[in-house]
């Protein structure tokens, strides 16, 4: 089980993964007219598979463990590789990026509940504390410092696709404290994504068959989507899972999911750097309370 400690170190790895994903997010914005949302998904999930393959190419052997433990790992790939960025995707097509980010600020609270509810794990004040703090900082960040915004917000369908994606990512990251697979494999960072991997194309796959089926999907080649893919499947796919996955195993699920709502914070500074806005107080504001609420939550 996991100590619950942060240290620098853990910190580090937890806060680099919303930094890929804010990018993540910038550039699926980017190349949104150039590729249908599930497939690029599904096609970053690929070139993820490619590198990933001579890396950690032994788990796929028979002798390996992985097929003795494949519902493990075909829950793992349909929560963390296939559910949680479809619904998102989703989410996008119905509702706005603003409503999309303010549902997904309540990963530290489901992160708490499902732990308490299905994994025995207790609820602290501190944590609650620190998830009312975190929050508070992204709806700063959505308000862009005017609280009447919030006001003017309406939800709408495709906010429980994105309730439905905030759930799916608090489960996968729960049941990655439970080692339940092959020690060869949990030692191995490579191949214990690469097992997640397999599994999550197949459902990926399905995912982006019946998008092709039921939508008037196209992909526009060209060299500003194949950058796109190398960048989503490098950074916000390999490495960002590989930092996410240590460091929730260092710190804890609960602990973890607050630095989940660095992302909305990190895509607004970026998205501004793109736009040539320089970065503006609330943002410095809605960090403080960001960190804070990590703060609070970690101290014993």
Known sequence: MPSHRLTPSTAILLTLPPLLWAGNAVVGR????????????????????????????????????????WRRFALLGLLGVGLYNALQYL??????????????????????????????????RAQLAGALLSMLGVATVLARGEPAQLLRLHLVPGDLYMLAATLSWAWYSWLLTRHAEPEPIRQDWAAFL?????????????MTGAEWALTPAHIQWGWPLALALVFIAIGPAVVAYRCWGLGVQRAGPALAGFFSNLTPLFAAVLSAAFLGEPPRLFHAVAFALIVAGIVVSSRR
Request: proline residues 9%.
């Open 30 to 69: 980017v190349v949104a007219p150039l590729v249908p949302p599930i497939t690029l998904n599904f096609l970053r999930w690929v070139l993820a598979l490619l590198i990933l393959l001579p890396l950690a190419g032994w788990v796929l052997r028979p002798a390996s463990g992985l097929w003795r433990h």
């Open 91 to 124: 989410a996008l097509q119905t509702s706005t990026p603003l409503n999309v980010t303010l549902v997904g600020s309540s990963m530290p609270l489901w992160m708490l509940a499902l732990g308490r509810l299905f994994f025995n794990a207790p609820v602290r």
């Open 194 to 206: 690469l097992a997640q991997v397999v599994f999550g194309l197949g459902w990926s796959g399905l």
